[in-house]
């Protein structure tokens, strides 16, 4: 009875070596999760843009997101990302922002939530999965969850060494 | 209310203060007069005709009266001051509290359009005609205009103001190719447009008791030449009177008496604001003097504009049903469908000629004489110099046209959601009296559609008319509510099956049952062999419980992916014993199954009874592959000055193990291709997947299921739970099919998430098989957990290299 084409484990471990050898040769050495979130610089280079018809639409409401960031309108720039996602519900970097924008409102469980989403669309994003997991080690520290904080570091440690 | 309130300080203080001079003024003078002797003189003339007593009573009266006189006037100008006071306060509370109690206009979710959304020509004509834009046969020099030629259209947007700010009318031109817009070009600069948002569009409002309803518009957004027009027909000296024109009421009197009857009113535009807010409609003397003074006070307190805007935002305009159409705003929506400052000229000359009488000039009612009363308004305009010869001419050759109507209040399942949600923050007087401005989730394209299906469905299924359904859509990764029907006539406003309905699922629950297994992948995979054999379970009453399968057969060792796709009870029942109850139970909580439950047997077949809603929420969870997000009919709140109030954010929780999710998800879809909704498979076009349910002895038929982009829950049954003919692919799933073939776009995708593997499995054996062997399927498994004994047969392709490419 044959299924959808369907990718394999074993192939998708090699497409997301492949998608982080060809971030590496990009971005040279893969940056720290804790200073990118330190430094106070939101545009990560994880949420860099994919290719897609719909890019245009996207792209416009993440730089209205931008913008009302920028403001520190921070419920205004969920809203634009929430439009996003209604466009691209699997848009991974969207939720990635929606995660940040949780920790940036002290909404650690949320954030949590949202990093997690974000991960489990980003199969071949090691950089934004470990970005993700940076957001949420962060979350886990206000939450006060040490076993939360032990996963999420395991997580990057493991990611890092990939 | 209108937002600004020109109030005059202490106006009600110098008011009270001169009219209390003026009549002590008066009342010296009399007393100086010597007014009190006059009476005695009269009382003798007077008295000599009465008898003795009747004299000497009168004598005493009048004595009294000429003693008192000073008292007497006193207290009649004190009264007539209280009088004034009375009237005073109940102008001033009025319009310095709330003028109106306003009601809560909700709306639908604004239509986006970006390059790449599908939608088919059909839905953007339905979604341009839902929002009430005029179709045009050239370039569209208006907002809410387009015009269209095959797949292409060219459309000017309206402003509107949305909880993110004001969203600018767009001039573009579109082309839809495939049911996808392929192009999409800024027609103001012929660039690319990138991103284009609708108005939403007007749902119902949340009314208060008297059923008022009103738009509020400002006297500045108000066009000149409506105002200009608006005076010259009922007020032509607003500007100049102080309230009351002693003119135009000696004019109506003339008017009046050579007509013999009343043609001609005199009351001014002040007048008629006191008589609408303040007094009845009865014509009696007293009221005529009340509304004269309080038509003085008014002015005496209040800015001539604020007077006019009010009334402009009062005056009654007509009727639907027991909703009161109140104010210019209001009207010009209900009757033209746009904004006031949108009309045209003839439509302005229109609403101007329904204050005559509402009801006998209402343009959809009766065009006629609403076309013989505008011409009436346009004339007057012509002879005052308004406007021209020519746009007399051009503006009396229009035909009287209005929308269509009925609109309001025609999804009464899916307000009823609305209200549920926005209870939680707000009154319900806040509901229907602060003018709230809700932006609800409901997409008016699925829900046209779903009510086609129900309608075209239901009287198929059974031939009496009491076979009831109800129905909800939802977005899957969202769980924002897209629909819904509580009904099989989907407007009715009574019970709400989709909300209140609670009825046995039947094996809508066994995907619950077969998660919980599955999160336990060392002990349950899809392969795993199932004992169908005969089940007996002794009951606390000394009875045993026996479930039968729907085919009353026993099928002996089946998988547990056949045992789904066939919808096997006996299997699914022995898995729920033997994972324990309370653990199905915590995967339906974890699910967002709300309430407490007892476990018992009967509960692993769906004994449990849940609304349409309560299974939504369930199946959403599995359709965003393990990540549940609270269903939300609400995106946001604006107040009535369009001030954002409340925004329902995106909520999105991992509940339970989503590769489990996804491993399960793939046998749903096998059930919509192979299984128990096989039939889907013929009749659709795209991937989806889904689950039959159908409980004890047909009482309840439903179907759940899902797209990439539309998770929907049909139910079908009767109202006192007698038994229909229908399972759920014969009843409930016709109506989800005949949806979804013309609302779901995307298929749903197994994401390629890491930690899955697939493997030909023996269907009869549960173990290792190959590609092409008899009884072979290919499944997914959590990795590490496809079982690793061989069948007799291995295919040809069971090679691990290979497999990695397919």
């Known amino acids: ?162 | 209310m209108p937002a600004k309130k020109t109030t005059k300080k202490g106006a009600q203080k110098s008011a009270t203060k001169a009219v209390t001079k003026v009549a002590t003024k008066a009342a010296r003078k009399k007393s100086k007069t010597g007014a009190s002797k006059k009476p005695s003189t009269r009382q003798k003339k007077t008295g000599r005709k009465k008898t003795r007593n009747s004299k000497g009573r009168r004598g005493r009266g009048t004595g009294f009266i000429r003693r008192h006189l000073w008292l007497i006037l006193g207290i009649a100008l004190l009264a007539f001051l209280a009088y004034l006071f009375v009237l005073d306060r109940t102008i001033t509370q009025r319009f310095e509290g709330r003028i109106w109690q306003l009601p809560a206009h909700i709306y639908a979710r604004p239509l986006e359009l970006y390059r790449g959304k599908a939608i088919s020509t059909e839905q953007l004509g339905f979604e341009l005609e839902y929002l009430n834009y005029e179709a045009v046969d050239r370039l569209p020099d208006a907002q809410a205009r387009y015009m269209q030629a095959g797949n292409v259209f060219q459309i000017k947007t309206r402003d509107f103001v949305f909880w993110d700010g004001k969203e600018r009318s767009r001039f573009f031109r579109l082309e839809i190719e495939d049911d996808r817009v392929s192009r999409l070009v800024d027609l103001a600069n012929g660039q690319p447009l990138d991103l284009v948002r609708f108005d939403a569009g007007y749902l119902t409002g949340i009314f208060p008791a008297h059923s008022q309803d009103r738009v509020l518009v400002k006297l500045e957004d108000v066009p000149d030449i409506f105002i200009k027009m608006l005076l010259l027909i009922e007020d032509r000296r607003f500007f100049s009177h102080h309230g009351i024109d002693p003119r135009s009421i000696a004019r109506a009197m003339v008017v009046n008496l050579t007509s013999g009857g009343a043609v001609q009113g005199g009351s001014t535009l002040t007048q008629q604001l006191v008589k609408n807010l303040f007094l009845s409609q009865e014509k009696k003397l007293v009221r005529k003097i009340n509304e004269a003074f309080m038509s003085l006070l008014l002015e005496l307190h209040y800015d001539k504009r604020l007077i006019l805007e009010t009334y402009i935002n009062e005056i009654y305009l007509g009727q639907q049903g027991k909703r009161a159409i109140h104010g210019f705003g209001l009207a010009s929506e209900f009757y033209f469908g746009k904004p006031l400052n949108e009309l045209s000229l003839d439509q302005m000359a229109i609403l101007i000629g329904m204050v005559k009488g509402a009801s006998w000039y209402n343009p959809a009612r009766h065009p006629e004489r609403a076309r013989e009363r505008r011409d009436i308004v346009l004339k007057t305009m012509q002879q005052t110099g308004l406007i021209t010869e020519r746009q007399l001419q051009v503006n009396m050759a229009r035909p009287v046209l209005t929308v269509k109507q009925g609109r309001s209040g025609v999804y009464p399942a899916f307000i009823d959601a609305v209200k549920e949600q926005l209870q939680a923050d707000y009154r319900s007087e806040d509901l229907s009296a602060e003018g709230l401005r809700v932006f609800t989730t409901l997409d008016p394209f699925v829900q046209h559609k779903l009510e086609q299906s129900v309608k075209a469905v239901m009287p198929t299924l059974a031939k009496d008319n009491k076979l009831q359904t109800a129905a909800v859509v939802v977005s899957p990764t969202s769980g924002d509510v897209l629909a819904m029907v509580g009904d099989r006539q989907p407007s009715y406003k009574g019970f709400n099956r989709a909300l209140n309905a609670k009825r046995q699922i039947g094996s809508l629950i066994k995907p619950v049952v077969y998660l919980a297994a599955l999160e336990q992948p060392d002990r349950y995979t899809l392969a795993t062999l199932l004992d169908d054999s005969p089940l007996s379970i002794p009951r606390p009453g000394g009875d045993v419980w026996e479930p039968e399968n729907y085919d009353k057969q026993f099928h002996g060792k089946v998988t547990l992916y056949e045992s789904l796709l066939k919808s096997y009870n006996i299997p699914a029942a022995r898995t729920g014993l033997d994972l324990g109850i309370d653990r199905v139970i915590d995967t339906l909580h974890a699910l967002s199954y709300p309430y407490p439950l007892t476990p018992y047997p009967a509960l692993t077949l769906g004994a449990i009874d849940m609304s349409p809603m309560e299974v939504a929420s369930v199946y959403q969870t599995l359709a965003a592959n393990g990540f549940h997000s609270p269903l939300r009919s609400v995106h946001a709140v604006l107040d009535k000055n369009l001030k954002p109030l409340e925004r329902y954010s995106l909520d999105v929780e991992n509940r339970v193990n989503s590769r489990a999710v996804v491993v399960l998800n793939s046998a749903l879809i096998d059930v919509a291709r192979h299984g128990t909704a096989k039939r889907l498979a013929q009749n659709l076009p795209l991937q989806v997947a889904g689950k039959t349910g159908t409980s004890d002895d047909l009482k309840d038929s439903w179907f759940a299921g899902f797209s990439g982009d539309a998770l929907a829950v049909v139910w079908v049954g009767y109202d006192d739970s007698r038994p229909t003919t229908l399972t759920g692919s014969s009843g409930a799933m016709k109506i989800w099919q005949r949806l979804f073939r013309s609302v779901a776009y995307q298929p749903y995708a197994l994401p390629p998430m890491p930690g899955l593997e697939k493997a030909w499995i023996d269907m009869k054996t549960g173990k290792l098989s190959g590609q092409g062997c008899e009884n072979a399927v290919e499944l997914l498994f959590i990795e590490g957990s496809a079982p690793r004994q061989k069948s007799d047969c291995s295919g040809g392709s069971s090679n691990w290299f290979l497999n990695l490419f397919k």
């Open chain 1, 1 to 162: 009875m044959p299924f959808l084409s369907f990718f394999s484990s074993r192939f998708l471990l090699l497409l997301v070596f492949a998608g982080f050898i060809s971030g590496c040769t990009t971005t040279g050495q893969a940056p720290q999760p804790d200073q990118l979130i330190d430094t106070g610089n939101y545009k990560f280079d994880a949420w860099r843009l994919e290719n897609d018809p719909q890019l245009e639409a996207i792209n416009v409401l993440l730089d209205d997101a931008d913008a009302q960031i920028e403001l520190q309108n921070y419920e205004l720039a969920t809203d634009k990302l929430e439009r996003v996602l209604r466009i691209r519900p699997d848009y991974a970097p969207a939720w990635s922002r929606l995660s940040w924008l949780a920790l940036q409102t002290d909404r650690p469980k949320r954030a949590v939530e949202m990093a997690r989403r974000s991960n489990s669309l980003a199969y071949t994003r090691p950089e934004l999965q470990m970005l993700n997991w940076a957001f949420i080690r962060s979350a886990s520290e206000l939450l006060q969850d040490q076993n939360l904080f032990d996963e999420a570091d395991m997580q990057i440690k493991a990611l890092q060494a990939f």
